[in-house]
């Protein structure tokens, strides 16, 4: 029972700590789910609560909280869990799991960050300042061995700011067993203004009143940043937000284990931050996951849900408590597809993983934008074709109104007209699997001055003819002079979606980013802010207006068109094959293969992740190759091998019998 208990538990504890991230626009309690909290029958220890205050370098104070089991502790201490909360709330948000954890055998703690609940100072956004905040809490707790802490055997764990102040910490020296990060990307506050669009979540969340989160002073100047149609302002917004919250480049920098996910409908930031950050963390061992996370708008699976149990479990036990890790002999990339049938208001999701970052098992699948409606895999002879998307702003229509309105009611809509063009693929032949981030290049003028903004939505249109949103491409071009014909190639909203045979592919071009499909979540909000400036946003339909997705190269047999290689023409591939006998006694060959010429390292480990040899570590030409690995010296047990080539890594198993 207390297996299944810690599963469900990190589960939903990383769901409510990132959905309270946004305050839903029609104020439900976004807590309220979490009665499901399972109960159980068998025997728990008591806990005493103990609040305290930590003194921060710069006279801060952070208000915290632990719970203590009742006993003696094992030998090193109580295994111990410190969990983050969500932006805009408090140390009483996890008071509840906080407790019912330490009646499981744990030391438990969290607090308020600074400028929310009771702890003073103001709030930096997310930043480098509450990083550091992260770090001498965690030092400042290390201390309190007497009460049964364990130093050397802590678990740090939250979702949107409870991940990444966390996750950021350690690439500036947190020293903990292990972290999971939800809804994390390092490049977050980016993505808040990606390709010049301002999310409304952004807005959100600068907009909380003193009561949820006292900001300092740029931060605080923010959301008037974001209301202005100057241009100015949108330059202020644009270098104040990534400085010091940003942390891409110091990811190589993180040396904690960490598992580290996201959600491909997050409406706050961008999964493909999560994709890049996995590239880069090589100094720790991770576990990767995007799919479907609940918070920030993604949508609900029971299926994944069952599944992150034992995908927690397997961490938890692996680092708490020296269990053997089945974890990291399993694929390190999970994933999973959204797809039909429709779950209620969600897409439902197949379940899928990759040894290898799933940027190696796609190729890009080209839609070009065509006449007549058309998505098509040829593109328009004419260079000169073209279609519009007016945007209709009159009376004086300022953002502050229509946030006002939420965009909708009868005032808006006599000022602002949401216009659309649609372009639909055939029907397909056969499934297509969209995984990763998809991409637009686009040929285009508009009439409009400073500001230029198109909003592409990507649609499955299921047979039967209902369209269903699957996600979205923004890009507002925001030193946009009038009448000048331009070219940009621009990233979307990574997802992975599997489009069915017997459906169509739709791209609806639009002024106004706003679907009955995001209405659970965003209300009548937009995903992204309008421009407020009349003009006709023309797009040439040619070989440079297209929608490029990324699509498992397996899909493509029986569709319209053919994948070509990617400048591929190695006739090798990555792979590490599983070791020959295995069992063994005493040596084994391990084969495996590269694709071009690198540096190739291949390491034995024990069950406790001890280094024991180097088999490989020389550069090594494209081919297949069989190495042997002599266990005489060593004792029976389980060991493990791990192969690094370039961005290649891959791990096995295997067993030792004398």
Known sequence: MKILFIAVFALLYIAQSAVSQNKFPNGRDSYEYLRLLPRYSEAVVAARRVDFTVTLR???????????????????????????????????????????????????????MRGQGNSTGLSNLISNIEAQDMIEFVEFMKRDTANGINPGNILVMGGSQGGLVPYMACT?????????????????????????????????????????????????????????????????????????????????????????????????????????????????????????????????????????????????????????????????????????????????????????????????????????SRLTTTANASSDTRVFVRNQVSGGLTMQEAVNEEFTGTTFNSKFKKNTLTFTTSTLTSDVKWAGTPKINLDY???????????FQIYEVLPGGKQKLVNRINYTDRNYIANNRKSRYFEGQAHAHIFKAGSKIRVILTNLDTSPDDQWFLGTNPFVLPVLKNG????????????????????????ETELKNNGNSSPFAFSLSQNYPNPFNPVTMINFEIPVRNLVTIKIY???????????????????????????????GIYFYRITTGNHKDIKRMMLVK
């Open 58 to 112: 710069d006279g801060t104070i952070l208000d915290g909280l632990k719970f203590i089991p009742s006993g003696t502790p094992p030998a090193g201490g109580w295994p111990t869990v410190i969990f983050v909360h969500g932006y805009g709330d408090n140390k009483e948000t996890l008071a509840g799991f906080a407790q019912a954890q330490a009646e499981y055998g744990y030391y438990t703690a969290t607090f308020s």
């Open 172 to 372: 500036m020296g947190m020293n903990v067993k292990t972290i999971i990060s939800a809804l994390a990307p390092p490049n977050f506050a980016s993505s808040w203004i990606e390709n010049g669009s301002i999310k409304m979540t952004l807005l959100w969340t600068v907009e909380y009143t003193p009561d949820t989160a006292r900001y300092t002073p740029v931060v605080d100047r923010m959301s008037n940043w974001i209301y202005s149609s100057a241009k100015q302002y949108w330059d202020s917004l644009a270098y104040w937000l990534p400085k010091g919250r940003d942390f891409m480049n110091a990811v190589p920098n993180n040396k904690v284990p960490l598992i580290l996910e996201g959600s491909w409908q997050d409406k706050f930031f961008n999964a493909s931050g999560i994709m890049k950050a996995a590239s880069l963390n090589t100094n720790s061992l991770f576990r990767f996951y995007v799919g479907a996370v609940q918070g920030h708008g993604g949508d609900h699976s029971p299926t994944e849900d069952t599944w992150h149990m034992q995908f927690f479990n397997d961490w938890f036990f692996h680092w708490l408590f020296n269990q053997p890790p089945p974890g990291i002999t399993l694929p390190r990339y999970d994933f999973a597809y959204s797809t039909s049938p429709e779950n209620g208001i969600y897409w439902t999701f197949k379940h899928d993983s990759s040894q290898v970052p799933l940027t190696q098992l796609t190729a890009p699948y080209k839609l070009y934008f065509n006449t007549n």
């Open 445 to 455: 003028l508009s009439t409009a001055s400073t500001f230029a903004q198109y909003n």
């Open 536 to 559: 006709y946003n023309y797009m040439y339909l040619n070989n440079k207006s297209y929608i490029e997705l990324p699509v498992i190269k397996a899909t493509f047999a029986d569709n």
């Open 606 to 636: 024990d069950i406790l992740g001890k280094e024991i040899s180097t088999l490989v570590n020389e550069v090594k030409d494209a081919g297949v190759y069989n190495i042997m690995f002599d266990g005489s010296n060593l004792s029976s």
